[in-house]
């Protein structure tokens, strides 16, 4: 019994045949024009990245497709660009601050130091005149 039912099973499997999909003349069209569209931008366009010449730091992100420009505009290299810039204004904020701060120390430090000197040097001479 269960050899006939995997035999049946099988059987059946085999007649089920994937119909081939047909595929109109205007789906055609549309597909070969978008394929033709994309098919011209190049990686330059997709992803612009700035040059280094460049001192304003304008970055043209629009990617052009033929002589049409997109919808949408890829802000992506210039969001990461801004949030580094801001990241190294920061960072030499922090750095700058550090060595104010290092410095006072310092002189905080060189007060306490000839403080110190000072102490030590009347407490000598008080016990030179003792003797």
Not at 65 to 81: A, P, Q, Y
Not at 128 to 131: A, C, N, V, W
């Given at each position: ?108 430090d060189k007060l306490a130091k000839q403080e110190r000197k000072e102490k030590e040097k009347k407490r000598t001479q008080k016990g030179?005149?003792?003797?």
């Open positions: 019994d269960e050899v006939r039912a995997l035999a049946s099973m099988m059987e059946k499997q085999a007649r089920i045949v994937v119909k081939p999909k047909e595929v109109s003349q205007e789906e055609k069209q549309r597909k070969a024009a978008l394929l033709a569209q994309y098919a011209n931008v190049t990686d330059e366009e997709e992803y612009p990245f700035p040059d280094p010449d460049e001192q304003d730091g304008s970055i043209a992100t629009a990617i052009n497709i033929g002589s049409e420009k997109s919808l949408f505009r890829n802000t992506n290299v210039e969001d990461v660009l801004n949030a580094r810039k801001l990241e190294r204004e920061l960072l030499r904020d922090e750095f700058q601050k550090k060595k104010e701060q290092d410095k006072l120390q310092r002189e905080k030179e005149r003792k003797r």
